[in-house]
């Protein structure tokens, strides 16, 4: 089993940024991509970037690409959302997750092992 704890979320006025942080813990060698994913009340995870452990390869949704960066420190085991220029729209819970696969994926379903979520309030 892999642990996941996000952390960094917070409120911020719109055109800011944050930066959220997900610490793995555990098996960490079974995951081999880690994501980010978004759930606004009433809505369904939605997929917001994902990267590699090995090497550079990223994924982003089509919504954040130019505003929200993907990053990871191998030594710490943890990976970082970087999110700039914030809208309203961004509001919601950020989950992490893990796979084992080594494919890149926006599909929640694929994923494994999931953190408790971080909150994120972007005020207009």
């Known amino acids: 089993q892999v642990q996941l704890v996000e952390s960094g979320g917070g409120l911020v006025q719109a055109g800011g940024s944050l930066r959220l942080s997900c610490a793995a813990s555990g098996r960490t060698f079974n995951t081999a991509v880690m994501g980010w994913f978004r759930q606004a009340p009433g809505k369904e995870r939605e997929f917001v970037a994902a990267?590699?452990?090995?090497?550079?390869?990223?994924l982003y949704a089509n919504s954040v690409k130019g505003r929200f960066t993907i990053s990871k420190d191998n030594a710490k085991n943890t990976v970082y959302l970087q999110m700039n220029s914030l809208k309203p729209e961004n509001t919601g819970v950020y989950y992490c997750?893990?796979?084992?696969?080594?494919?890149?994926?926006?599909?929640?379903?694929?994923?494994?092992?999931w953190g408790q979520g971080t909150q994120v309030t972007v005020s207009s």
């Open positions: 997750a893990g796979k084992r696969s080594t494919v890149l994926s926006a599909i929640a379903a694929t994923y494994d092992s």
């Open positions: 990267i590699r452990w090995s090497g550079d390869s990223t």
